[in-house]
C-alpha cells in the first residue's frame, strides 16, 4: 500500500499559495485494510475514508467509465490494481493531476508543472468532455489564478455546449461553482470564459446578456464584479451586483441556478430600489422615511446597506464617500430613534401606522436640520 498527496494541495504549494485541505490517494489497499488500519468510511459514490488522527481525506486509486449524461453518469472502479497514474489521468486539468509520495518526490506523468509555468489550463484527457461541471470549474480556475485555457481546452468545452452536455449540468452544482468563481480575485474571467465557450447562455439564458464581454453592459458589470472582489465584499453583494438588472427574470434565475436566499433577496431589493437610493440626498424627510419602508431598512439594515454598497460601486464612488449613503444613515439613525410602541399606545386604532411614520418623519427632519 502507498500513499501519495494529489491534487489542489500540490499545485498551491508549487504556486506558492495557501493550501488549505491535504487529499491522498491510497494505491494498493482494499477497503477492508483500511478500515483494519483504523480509517472510518464516508465515501457514497467510492471508496473515501477519514484519516484516524488527521481526519484527512484518503480515496482508494480509481477509474471512471462514461455511463450517462451529467456528472454523475459515471462508473467507478476501484481495486489494488488501480495505479496513480491511472488515478490521476481521470483528473480534469493537468494541474490537478499532479501527485507528492511520502519522500516527496513529484509525479507529474501530464505536465502540469510545465502548465504552471506557462499559467495555462490544459485538460489531461479526451475524457474532460464527459463531465459538464469541467466546463464550470476550468472557468473557476481561470479567475483564480488568472490563466489562459489552451486552445484545445477550449475546443473540448465548445464541443461539451454544442454536443448538449452541458444542459444536463444540475443546478446545485451550477451554484456551487459560480459561488466560488464569483468569490475568486477575478470573476469577471469566469463569466468572459463561459460566454466565450458558449456556456452562459445555455446554464443562466435570463441572466447571460447583462454579462456578455462583447457588450458595453457586460463590460460594466464584469469590471464592477472585479472592483467588488478587490474590496473583498460578501457573496449575495456580488450575486446582487451581477444579477439585479435581470429585473423581472430574478426568480426565473434563482430558480434556473439554486442561489440561497440572501442572494436573490438582495438582488432582489437592488432590482426594486437602487435608482431610488440614489435620489436620496434630494428627498425630503416623509421621503426619506417612506424609502427605508420600502426597502425594510429599519428591520434589516444590514442588506439595506449592502444595496448602498452596490449603488456606490456601480457610480465609482468610494462607498464610505456615497452621498446617499450619509444621508441615509442619519435618516435610518433617526427614524429607529421613533418607540413605535409608545407611540402605538398613545394612538389606538387603524391610523396608528400614519402616526407612527409621522413620528419618524418629524424625528428624520429634525436629525437632518443644518
Known amino acids: 500500500m502507498k500513499i501519495y498527496r494529489v491534487g489542489g494541495s500540490v499545485r498551491d504549494e508549487l504556486l506558492g499559495r495557501a493550501v488549505q485541505d491535504h487529499d491522498y490517494v491510497v494505491v494498493g489497499a482494499t477497503p477492508e485494510q483500511m478500515v483494519a488500519l483504523g480509517y472510518q468510511p464516508v465515501g457514497k459514490d467510492f471508496p473515501v475514508f477519514l484519516h484516524p488522527t488527521t481526519r484527512e481525506e ?116 451550477v451554484w456551487q461553482e459560480l459561488a466560488r468563481g464569483l468569490m475568486e480575485a477575478r470573476p469577471s474571467v469566469m463569466f468572459a470564459l463561459l460566454w466565450e465557450c458558449g456556456a452562459m447562455p445555455r446554464i443562466a439564458p435570463e441572466w447571460a446578456d447583462l454579462l456578455d464581454p462583447k457588450r458595453e453592459p457586460g463590460r460594466q458589470t464584469l469590471a464592477w464584479l472585479d472592483r ?34 440572501d442572494c436573490l433577496e438582495l438582488a432582489t431589493l437592488c432590482a426594486r430600489h437602487i435608482t431610488a437610493v440614489r435620489t436620496a440626498p434630494l428627498l ?14 429599519l428591520r434589516r439594515p444590514g442588506r439595506f446597506f449592502d ?20 444621508v441615509l444613515e442619519r435618516a435610518l439613525r433617526a427614524a429607529q430613534a421613533v418607540d413605535a410602541q409608545a407611540v402605538a399606545s398613545r394612538h389606538a386604532g387603524p ?13 428624520v427632519r429634525d436629525a437632518l436640520q443644518p
Open 228 to 261: 467588488a472582489a478587490a474590496l473583498e465584499t460578501s457573496l449575495p453583494v456580488r450575486f446582487a451586483l451581477a444579477a439585479h438588472r435581470a429585473g423581472d427574470a430574478l426568480p426565473a434565475l434563482g430558480i434556473r441556478v439554486r442561489c440561497p436566499n
Open 58 to 173: 484518503h480515496a482508494l486509486a480509481r477509474t471512471e467509465r462514461k455511463s450517462g449524461r451529467g456528472y454523475k453518469g459515471f462508473t467507478v472502479h476501484t481495486s489494488p490494481e488501480v495505479t496513480l497514474e491511472e488515478d490521476l489521468a481521470r483528473r480534469d486539468l493537468t494541474i490537478n493531476a499532479m501527485a507528492r509520495d511520502a519522500s516527496g518526490t513529484l509525479i507529474d506523468p501530464f505536465g502540469g508543472l510545465d502548465d504552471l509555468g506557462r499559467r495555462c489550463l490544459r485538460h489531461v484527457s479526451p475524457a474532460f468532455v464527459e463531465d459538464p461541471v469541467r466546463i464550470l470549474r476550468v472557468a473557476r480556475f481561470a479567475a483564480r489564478l488568472d490563466f489562459t485555457v489552451a486552445e484545445d481546452t477550449l475546443a473540448l468545452m465548445r464541443h461539451m455546449v454544442e454536443t448538449g452536455e452541458a444542459d444536463h449540468l444540475v443546478p446545485e452544482r
Open 284 to 297: 425630503d424627510a416623509a421621503g426619506l422615511v417612506d424609502l427605508l419602508v420600502r426597502g425594510d431598512a
Open 307 to 326: 444595496m448602498l454598497w452596490i449603488a456606490a460601486l456601480e457610480d465609482d464612488i468610494a462607498p464610505p464617500h456615497f452621498a446617499p449613503r450619509r
Open 351 to 363: 391610523a396608528v401606522a400614519d402616526h407612527i411614520r409621522a413620528a419618524r418623519i418629524a424625528a
